[in-house]
Each structure stands twice: as structure tokens, then as C-alpha cells.
Nanobody
Framework: QVQLVESGGGLVQAGGSLRLSCAAS????????MGWFRQAPGKEREFLTA????????HYADSVKGRFTISRDNAKNTVYLQMNSLKPEDTAVYYC?????????????????WGQGTQVTVSS
């Protein structure tokens, strides 16, 4: 049973930083692609970034490139999302996802497992 558990969300002022964690369990994830998405009220789920677990290849959405960084810790089976220079428009529920595929897909349909989400609120 694959489990993804996000943590690290909260309330932060504009310009601040947060680091989200996604602890993965129930499978060997070395061949997986891990992604981060977010969803604001009334909006579609938005791709942010993805990382291929075995070689660390990454891909970023233009909206977060240069501000957000994805990384992984193989020993802890954990993926991180470092978010800097946060803006009020970054307010959303942030989700971690795992794909059994090889492609760093941006589509939510390309991911097989999802975490429960963690709320990030950026105040102006």
C-alpha cells in the first residue's frame, strides 16, 4: 500500500519561505517520478515540479521556476519542495504525487498515487 504524507504547510508572509516534505512508504520508489501540484479554491490542479527518483532529473513549471526547488532524500524516502519568495497567489493546497512512469509528466492523470495535501497560505 503506497502512502504519501505531506507536511510543512502553514501561514507565511509574502516574501517568506516554506519547505514541504512528502514521506513515501509502501514501495520501492527508485523507479518512480515524484511530483508536486497545488490547487487553489475554484481552480484546477496545477503542476509545479517533478523529479525522477533514480537520477534526480527535474522539471519545473514556469510559474515557479527560480523560486521553488524540488529535491529528494533517498535514505529517508522523502521528497521536498523548498519554496522561496512566496506570493499571496501561491496560496493553495499542495499535493505530493507519485508516478510509476518514466516521463516527468505535468498532467495529474499521469500520477498513480496522491497524498492528502497540505495547506499553504501566504498573507500580503
Amino acid at each position: 500500500q503506497v502512502q504519501l504524507v505531506e507536511s510543512g504547510g502553514g501561514l507565511v508572509q509574502a516574501g517568506g519561505s516554506l519547505r514541504l516534505s512528502c514521506a513515501a512508504s509502501g514501495r520501492t520508489f527508485s523507479s518512480y517520478v515524484m511530483g508536486w501540484f497545488r490547487q487553489a479554491p475554484g481552480k484546477e490542479r496545477e503542476f509545479l515540479t517533478a523529479i525522477r527518483w533514480n537520477d534526480g532529473t527535474t522539471h519545473y513549471a514556469d510559474s515557479v521556476k527560480g523560486r521553488f526547488t524540488i529535491s529528494r532524500d533517498n535514505a529517508k524516502n522523502t521528497v521536498y519542495l523548498q519554496m522561496n519568495s512566496l506570493k499571496p497567489e501561491d496560496t493553495a493546497v499542495y499535493y505530493c504525487a507519485a508516478s510509476r512512469g518514466f516521463i516527468l509528466t505535468m498532467s495529474p492523470r499521469g500520477y498513480d498515487y496522491w497524498g492528502q495535501g497540505t495547506q499553504v497560505t501566504v498573507s500580503s
